[in-house]
């Protein structure tokens, strides 16, 4: 009896302290390739530096179809690994709002449709409505989530695995923009005939859901605001009231900037601000059948040479390469429109696996330019994105004849020609072009800035050079309204990097992978399967059987 008590009292003691270790040792394990149970170490970040209790709303509950019933699975378990994390701050609940009319009242309010759903119950079909949304509450802040936001094909269907692919970047980062203390700001320079705004509103409106936006212009004597961003917080609160400017977008210029102005570009990178460049330097207005391709004079190339980078005067021609839309057949009905493969629109599929460039499939340029670049003390070069080895550079005036696609272009043109890079990052420390120099002044600002002068940055900078100043548009069919493959993708990563949240960007470009039965290894290995089905559930009980007759055999034995 003395013994038996000893033996438990050491299980006991063993139970009691694998219990605490356990519970003091926190750790999960993913077997899946693609890591789709597991969340990002900046999502895990993010829960455990929570102050205050979040509230998760998600409204996708309900009797659905197998697809749609996995969505709302991924969605449960993103949350949960959320929670682990989370410390307690984290309370989430699934909402069927189908028969409650206030709540649908309120999303029709938010400008949030229905989505018509048909379900098909013992030979009946039924139409019902679902609202996939998800409303997260940080103290009085509130964010709504659209789950099918940027997931849908182009005939209009829902895209559940891209839905499902989203899911942890659109709950990260709105938890962290309703959360946040600072909210980072991005300026789109004006005055020179740049691309308006509304010329790219899918890009703008995924911007503003992580940045204040507005637009920058220093042709009348304005400074551009330092960037507060890499101040400490116990800094940063003597600039509150004060907007300060992150980044920098120079989005197609198409006018000469005065030295004054490059002058407050180039403060404006000393002192800390990131600059992301969108712009090529060939102008093509394909108007016609054909057009002459001119020169864009900036006035730029000597600030691109100090900082080790040069845009060239050119366009690439690509074999391989997007779509041109044209008008052909026009009668009294109007004209149908006709696609066809354009060499002057490079389809980049080589990246340099960058946080920029993750995960990225495709990117449409339209009309680029090449860039080189120049050994510079105190800076590194990463290019980024690449044409294919079928690719050349035309220089110069180059004649643009839209009759190009009707002619067959000499295979050998464009082999053994090597790749032309179309995107650059830029990282170091910059030196200001305007060392030894007066501040410049101009007719529109005749007084000498009266900021001190920078000759170079105290810290690491950074900026990023896009040759195509069309990327951030929307695709040239006139009833296509989307930007082309991955160039949101792109721009959104490369502005996220800058401001430094470059972990964001690398939970948007996590991928969710179905793989799929093979239906013919199914019909050809179905004897195997089956047999092996039925008979190894009772090989393995014959087999416990045995071992636990012979090891009752050999313990009575004894006696």
């Given at each position: 009896m003395?013994t038996y008590?000893i033996k438990s009292?050491m299980?006991?003691?063993?139970?009691v302290?694998?219990?605490?270790?356990a519970?003091?040792?926190f750790?999960r394990w993913?077997?899946?390739?693609e890591?789709?149970?597991?969340?990002?170490?900046?999502?895990?970040?993010?829960?455990?530096?929570?102050q205050?209790?979040v509230?998760v709303?998600v409204?996708?509950?309900?009797?659905?179809p197998?697809?749609?019933?996995?969505?709302?699975?991924a969605i449960?378990?993103?949350?949960?690994?959320?929670?682990a994390?989370?410390?307690?701050?984290l309370?989430?609940t699934f909402?069927d709002?189908s028969?409650?009319?206030?709540?649908?009242?309120?999303?029709?309010?938010?400008?949030?449709?229905?989505i018509?759903?048909n379900?098909?119950?013992?030979?009946?079909e039924a139409?019902?409505?679902i609202y996939?949304?998800?409303?997260?509450?940080y103290?009085?802040r509130?964010?709504w989530?659209d789950?099918?936001?940027?997931?849908?094909?182009?005939?209009?269907?829902?895209?559940?695995?891209?839905a499902?692919?989203?899911?942890?970047y659109k709950?990260?980062s709105?938890?962290?923009?309703?959360?946040?203390?600072?909210r980072p700001?991005?300026g789109f320079l004006?005055g020179h005939?740049?691309t308006p705004?509304n010329?790219?509103?899918?890009?703008?409106?995924?911007?503003?859901?992580?940045y204040?936006?507005y637009?920058?212009?220093?042709?009348?004597?304005?400074?551009?605001p330092p960037?507060?961003l890499?101040?400490?917080?116990s800094l940063r609160k003597k600039?509150?009231g004060?907007?300060?400017l992150?980044?920098l977008?120079?989005?197609?210029p198409?006018?000469?900037f005065?030295?004054?102005?490059?002058y407050?570009?180039?403060?404006?990178l000393m002192?800390?601000?990131?600059?992301?460049?969108?712009?090529?330097?060939n102008?093509v207005?394909?108007d016609?059948q054909q057009?002459?391709s001119?020169p864009?004079?900036?006035n730029?190339?000597?600030l691109f040479?100090k900082?080790?980078?040069?845009i060239?005067?050119?366009?690439?021609?690509?074999?391989n390469c997007?779509?041109?839309h044209?008008v052909a057949d026009?009668?009294?009905?109007g004209?149908?429109?006709?696609?066809?493969n354009?060499l002057?629109?490079?389809?980049?599929?080589?990246?340099?696996e960058h946080p920029?460039?993750?995960?990225?499939d495709?990117?449409?340029?339209?009309?680029?330019?090449?860039?080189?670049t120049?050994?510079?003390?105190?800076?590194n070069?990463?290019?980024?994105?690449?044409s294919s080895?079928?690719?050349?550079?035309?220089?110069?005036?180059?004649?643009?004849?839209i009759?190009?696609?009707?002619?067959p272009?000499p295979?050998?043109l464009?082999?053994?020609?090597?790749?032309?890079?179309?995107?650059?990052?830029i990282?170091?420390?910059?030196?200001?072009l305007?060392?030894?120099?007066?501040?410049p002044?101009?007719?529109?600002a005749?007084?000498?800035p009266?900021?001190?002068?920078?000759?170079?940055n105290k810290?690491e900078n950074?900026?990023?050079?896009?040759?195509?100043?069309?990327i951030?548009e929307?695709?040239?069919?006139?009833?296509?309204?989307y930007?082309p493959?991955?160039?949101?993708a792109l721009?959104q990563n490369?502005?996220?990097?800058?401001?430094?949240?470059?972990?964001?960007s690398?939970?948007?470009?996590?991928?969710?992978e179905?793989?799929k039965?093979s239906k013919?290894a199914?019909?050809?290995h179905?004897f195997?399967?089956?047999?092996f089905?039925?008979?190894t559930?009772?090989i393995?009980?014959?087999i416990?059987?045995v071992?636990r007759?012979?090891?009752r055999?050999k313990?009575f034995?004894q006696y």
């Amino acid at each position: 009896m003395k013994t038996y008590l000893i033996k438990s009292s050491m299980v006991l003691a063993i139970l009691v302290v694998f219990n605490f270790i356990a519970d003091q040792i926190f750790y999960r394990w993913d077997l899946t390739k693609e890591k789709r149970n597991s969340i990002s170490e900046l999502n895990q970040q993010t829960m455990q530096n929570l102050q205050k209790i979040v509230t998760v709303k998600v409204y996708l509950e309900g009797d659905f179809p197998p697809t749609l019933e996995r969505l709302s699975n991924a969605i449960r378990n993103v949350l949960y690994e959320m929670e682990a994390f989370a410390d307690g701050n984290l309370h989430f609940t699934f909402i069927d709002p189908s028969d409650n009319k206030a709540l649908q009242k309120q999303f029709q309010e938010k400008g949030i449709n229905p989505i018509p759903l048909n379900i098909k119950e013992e030979n009946i079909e039924a139409r019902k409505y679902i609202y996939p949304v998800i409303v997260v509450n940080y103290g009085d802040r509130e964010e709504w989530i659209d789950i099918f936001k940027n997931a849908y094909y182009p005939n209009g269907m829902a895209n559940l695995i891209k839905a499902e692919t989203d899911i942890e970047y659109k709950l990260v980062s709105a938890i962290r923009r309703i959360t946040a203390e600072y909210r980072p700001t991005i300026g789109f320079l004006s005055g020179h005939n740049e691309t308006p705004l509304n010329k790219m509103p899918e890009l703008i409106n995924e911007l503003k859901n992580s940045y204040d936006i507005y637009e920058v212009n220093v042709k009348y004597g304005n400074s551009i605001p330092p960037s507060f961003l890499g101040l400490p917080d116990s800094l940063r609160k003597k600039y509150e009231g004060r907007t300060g400017l992150d980044v920098l977008l120079v989005v197609q210029p198409d006018s000469a900037f005065s030295e004054r102005e490059k002058y407050e570009i180039d403060q404006y990178l000393m002192m800390g601000g990131k600059i992301l460049w969108i712009l090529d330097q060939n102008k093509v207005i394909l108007d016609k059948q054909q057009t002459l391709s001119q020169p864009r004079q900036l006035n730029l190339d000597d600030l691109f040479f100090k900082y080790g980078f040069k845009i060239n005067y050119d366009l690439v021609q690509d074999m391989n390469c997007g779509k041109i839309h044209l008008v052909a057949d026009v009668n009294r009905q109007g004209g149908q429109f006709q696609s066809l493969n354009w060499l002057y629109y490079p389809m980049a599929v080589r990246f340099k696996e960058h946080p920029v460039t993750r995960n990225l499939d495709a990117v449409l340029f339209r009309y680029a330019s090449t860039i080189d670049t120049l050994s510079r003390p105190n800076l590194n070069f990463t290019p980024l994105i690449f044409s294919s080895p079928l690719s050349r550079p035309l220089s110069g005036n180059v004649l643009v004849d839209i009759n190009e696609h009707t002619k067959p272009m000499p295979q050998n043109l464009f082999y053994n020609k090597g790749t032309r890079t179309l995107g650059l990052l830029i990282q170091g420390k910059f030196e200001s072009l305007f060392q030894g120099r007066e501040a410049p002044t101009d007719n529109f600002a005749k007084e000498k800035p009266t900021a001190p002068f920078i000759a170079q940055n105290k810290l690491e900078n950074s900026m990023i050079v896009i040759s195509d100043g069309q990327i951030v548009e929307k695709d040239d069919h006139p009833y296509v309204p989307y930007m082309p493959v991955d160039n949101k993708a792109l721009i959104q990563n490369a502005v996220d990097y800058l401001v430094g949240d470059e972990a964001i960007s690398l939970v948007r470009a996590k991928d969710v992978e179905i793989r799929k039965l093979s239906k013919n290894a199914g019909k050809d290995h179905k004897f195997y399967i089956q047999a092996f089905n039925l008979l190894t559930p009772v090989i393995f009980i014959i087999i416990f059987g045995v071992v636990r007759f012979y090891w009752r055999k050999k313990r009575f034995e004894q006696y």
